[in-house]
Nanobody
Framework: QVQLLESGGGLPQPGGSLRLSCVVW????????MRWYRQAPGKERELVAG??????TYADAVKGRFTIYRNNAKNTVILQMNDLKSEETGVYFC?????????WGRGTQVTVSS
C-alpha cells in the first residue's frame, strides 16, 4: 500500500528555519520524482520545490532559501526552509510522481508568525 507521511511542521518566527520530512512506503522511491507543494489558506496548492529525475527545481520566491534533497536509502525527501516569511504559512504536501501514478501525503502545517 502506498503511503506518504509528512512531518516537521511547526510555528517558526519570520526569519526562522524548519525542516520538513516525507517518508514513503509502497513503491520504488528512487524511480519517482518528488515534489513539495504549499497550500495557503484560501488559495490553491502551489509548487514549492521538486526533485525531478535528479534535477532540483524551485519556485522563484524560495530560491536561495529552500533546499530539497532526498535520501534514497531511507525513502525520504527533505525540504529545508530557511529565512521563512509569514506568507509562507500553509499546509505543505509531499507528492510522488512516476510511472505507477501520482501519490500525495496528507500534509503538515507550517505557521510562520511572530
Amino acid at each position: 500500500q502506498v503511503q506518504l507521511l509528512e512531518s516537521g511542521g511547526g510555528l517558526p518566527q519570520p526569519g526562522g528555519s524548519l525542516r520538513l520530512s516525507c517518508v514513503v512506503w509502497g513503491f520504488t522511491f528512487c524511480e519517482y520524482s518528488m515534489r513539495w507543494y504549499r497550500q495557503a489558506p484560501g488559495k490553491e496548492r502551489e509548487l514549492v520545490a521538486g526533485d525531478v529525475e535528479g534535477r532540483t527545481t524551485y519556485a522563484d520566491a524560495v530560491k536561495g532559501r529552500f533546499t530539497i534533497y532526498r535520501n534514497n536509502a531511507k525513502n525520504t525527501v527533505i525540504l529545508q526552509m530557511n529565512d521563512l516569511k509569514s506568507e509562507e504559512t500553509g499546509v505543505y504536501f509531499c507528492d510522488a510522481w512516476g510511472t505507477g501514478g501520482n501519490y500525495w501525503g496528507r500534509g503538515t502545517q507550517v505557521t510562520v508568525s511572530s
